[in-house]
T-cell receptor, first 112, second 115 residues
Framework: QKEVEQNSGPLSVPEGAIASLNCTYS??????FFWYRQYSGKSPELIMS????GDKEDGRFTAQLNKASQYVSLLIRDSQPSDSATYLC????????????FGQGTELSVKP | GAVVSQHPSWVICKSGTSVKIECRSL??????MFWYRQFPKQSLMLMAT?????????EQGVEKDKFLINHASLTLSTLTVTSAHPEDSSFYIC???????????FGSGTRLTVV
């Protein structure tokens, strides 16, 4: 059973703080890792994708991947109230275009 | 680019009836489509994978006779919920992998309510 685990949340941070979201996965053969943001009643929206060990930065977002520890994280700097949403970690199992398995999601609340 | 159009966005049906959800790739050919279900406050659970021209592959615990998936063309995949019951009420989302990168594109989702 391939699994993706996330912090259960909810996570509450003050505006301007750093929000840290974590995810672990079970299959060492996983190749592609994604962070999605989802608002209630909407489809997931891609925030970051990462494929290699290390950090990947895009604006206020940084994804970190450690394949040896089977761990991927997302840091949101200078958190804004508009960042309040559920963040889903997703892992691709198998070849490119293979099934995407989602974690249970972490609800983030950024307080003004 | 790489848009998947999903319809309807919401539907209410009576118990015992069937509902069809369509996902159409508008500007690319989707040889594979993933179908997810999401209950309130829960994550996306993969139900099945459809491949153009072949039978769908269902995840463990998903009733293939209840959730009929058809992928007859490279631009259209459909999910039919047969003999719907209130417990089938959920948010259904389709997703297609993108050939150009390792990413995925998602439909806008269908909120199904069975009364």
């Amino acid at each position: 059973q391939k699994e993706v685990e996330q912090n259960s949340g909810p996570l509450s941070v003050p505006e301007g703080a750093i929000a840290s979201l974590n995810c672990t996965y079970s299959d060492r053969g996983s190749q592609s890792f994604f962070w999605y943001r989802q608002y209630s009643g909407k489809s997931p929206e891609l925030i970051m994708s990462i494929y290699s060990n290390g950090d990947k930065e895009d604006g206020r977002f940084t994804a970190q991947l450690n394949k040896a520890s089977q761990y991927v994280s997302l840091l949101i700097r200078d958190s804004q109230p508009s960042d309040s949403a559920t963040y889903l970690c997703a892992v691709n199992y198998g070849n490119q275009g293979g099934k995407l398995i989602f974690g249970q999601g972490t609800e983030l609340s950024v307080k003004p | 680019g790489a848009v998947v159009s999903q319809h309807p966005s919401w539907v209410i049906c009576k118990s015992g009836t069937s509902v069809k959800i369509e996902c159409r790739s508008l500007d690319f050919q989707a040889t594979t489509m993933f179908w997810y279900r999401q209950f309130p406050k829960q994550s996306l659970m993969l139900m099945a994978t459809s491949n153009e021209g072949s039978k769908a592959t269902y995840e463990q615990g998903v009733e293939k006779d209840k959730f009929l998936i058809n992928h007859a063309s490279l631009t259209l995949s459909t999910l039919t919920v047969t003999s719907a019951h209130p417990e089938d009420s959920s948010f259904y989302i389709c997703s297609a992998p993108l050939v150009s990168n390792y990413g995925y594109t998602f439909g806008s989702g269908t909120r199904l309510t069975v009364v």
